[in-house]
Each structure stands twice: as structure tokens, then as C-alpha cells.
């Protein structure tokens, strides 16, 4: 009923930049509060970032000042736009999006697939 696709992950240097995004499609009556996880190899998944439908905010201490979260309701997309990038980055980033259902009216949280960051030289 609801997919997220995201897009953006890859290979990049110390201290690069990347642009993660994550749509979602499907039966959507609304986008609630949208987020950004990341799980390192032989770790549990952790917060990154999230955002709510009206714009606020919450980052994990370890990335803030260098990574922004930001939404386009419009497009029923949230990015996460990353900065001076360090190794200890690397893991593989999922969104997450509370949607309420067009067709029967029920709010779930939806998970995308995870693409994969890897920072190092």
C-alpha cells in the first residue's frame, strides 16, 4: 500500500558530502513526522534525524551541525543532506515515515529498503 524508496548513498571521502532522499508513494492520505536511521555493521540501528509535518527537528549528537534534515510535502519526500562526513558515518541509512492510510484510514510506520554509506579514503 505505501512504499519509501531511497536514493542517494555511495562512496565518498572524509570529510565529502552526500544527499540522501526517501520517497513515498502509494495510498497516502497524510505524511506525519519522517525520519532517518542508520545501522553500522555488527550494531543496532540508531537515530540519525527527524522531522515533523510541521518542521521541527531532532538530530543525534553525533551529527549535529554537519547534517540537515529537511522535507518536501509536496512530494511526500525527506531528505537528509550530509556534511563534513567522517568514517565512523558509514553504515546503512533507512527513512522512516508515519503515514495514514487512504484506504482504511490507519497510521503506520513504514521503513524503506536502507542505502548504503561508506566513507573512507
Known amino acids: 500500500q505505501v512504499q519509501l524508496v531511497e536514493s542517494g548513498g555511495g562512496l565518498v571521502q572524509p570529510g565529502g558530502s552526500l544527499r540522501l532522499s526517501c520517497a513515498a508513494s502509494?495510498?497516502?492520505?497524510?505524511?506525519?513526522?519522517m525520519g532517518w536511521y542508520r545501522q553500522a555493521a555488527g550494531r543496532e540501528r540508531e537515530l540519525v534525524a527527524t522531522?515533523?509535518?510541521?518542521?521541527?527537528?531532532n538530530y543525534a549528537d553525533s551529527v549535529k551541525g554537519r547534517f540537515t534534515i529537511f522535507r518536501d510535502d509536496a512530494k511526500n519526500t525527506v531528505y537528509l543532506q550530509m556534511n563534513s562526513l567522517k568514517p565512523e558515518d558509514t553504515a546503512v541509512y533507512f527513512c522512516?515515515?508515519?503515514?495514514?492510510?487512504?484506504?482504511?484510514?490507519?497510521?503506520?510506520?513504514?521503513w524503506g529498503q536502507g542505502t548504503q554509506v561508506t566513507v573512507s579514503s
Open positions: 502509494g495510498l497516502i492520505f497524510t505524511v506525519g513526522s
Open positions: 522512516n515515515a508515519r503515514v495514514r492510510s487512504l484506504w482504511n484510514g490507519n497510521e503506520s510506520d513504514y
Open positions: 522531522i515533523t509535518r510541521g518542521g521541527s527537528t
